[in-house]
C-alpha cells in the first residue's frame, strides 16, 4: 500500500481513497491511523480479488468468442460489482429511510419527500455496502488482515452482518 498525500483526492468531505492499494489522501501518512490503514488495506485485497475474477470471466469470454476485446472486461467487471453492491444494500431491508421520510406526512408531502429519500438510500448505500461494512467492522482488529478468509467481503452482503456503529 502507497499512501499518496495531495491536495486534489479524494475530493473534499472524503478521508482517503483507495485505487488497487494507491491510497490517495489529503493528510500526511504521519496523520492517518494504524487503523485507516488497516481499513484501507481491507479494501486493497477487496479489488485484488475482484480484479482476478474480472480476469479469469474475461479470458474466458476471450476463449469462447476468439477475440481479445473481452480483455475489456478487466476494467468493466469491477465498476459493475461495485455498482450491484451498491443496488443490493439500496434494495434489501432494512428500511429505516422510509419511515423517516415518509410516516406521517400528507401525499402532497410524501411525494416531495422522494428526492430526499432516494438521497438517503444512496448514502446509505455508499456507507454500508459489503465492502465498506467489512472494512468498518473490522478496522479496529490487529490480526484481521492475516486472518482475514478470501472473498471475506461476501459474508458481508448479508444484513445479520450489519454495522456495530450503524
Ligand atoms: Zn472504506
Known amino acids: 500500500m502507497k499512501i499518496i498525500h495531495n491536495?486534489?483526492?479524494p475530493l473534499p468531505g472524503f478521508g482517503c481513497m483507495n485505487i488497487l492499494g494507491l491510497v490517495f489522501s489529503r493528510k500526511p501518512e504521519s496523520e492517518i491511523s494504524i487503523?485507516?490503514?488497516?481499513?484501507e488495506q481491507t479494501h486493497?485485497?477487496?479489488?485484488?480479488e475482484i480484479l482476478m475474477v474480472a480476469a479469469v470471466v474475461s479470458l474466458i469470454l476471450c476463449n469462447i468468442y476468439s477475440t481479445w476485446w473481452y480483455l475489456l472486461g478487466v476494467l468493466v467487471i469491477p465498476?459493475?460489482?461495485?455498482?450491484?453492491g451498491f443496488v443490493v444494500e439500496a434494495t434489501i431491508p432494512p428500511y429505516?429511510?422510509?419511515?423517516i421520510c415518509f410516516e406521517g406526512k400528507t401525499l402532497w408531502g410524501k411525494i416531495k419527500s422522494v428526492p430526499t429519500w432516494l438521497?438517503?438510500?444512496w448514502m446509505d448505500a455508499y456507507c454500508d455496502n459489503a465492502f465498506e461494512r467489512e472494512a468498518y467492522m473490522n478496522d479496529d482488529n490487529p490480526?484481521?488482515?492475516a486472518t482475514r478468509k478470501l472473498f471475506g467481503w461476501v459474508w458481508y452482503i448479508?444484513?445479520?452482518r450489519a454495522r456495530k456503529d450503524a
Open 96 to 99: 429505516h429511510n422510509a419511515k
Open 119 to 121: 438521497g438517503k438510500v
Open 79 to 84: 465498476f459493475i460489482v461495485y455498482v450491484l
Open 143 to 145: 490480526d484481521y488482515l
Open 158 to 160: 448479508i444484513p445479520s
Open 7 to 9: 491536495n486534489i483526492l
Open 44 to 48: 486493497t485485497y477487496q479489488q485484488y
Open 35 to 39: 487503523k485507516t490503514k488497516r481499513h
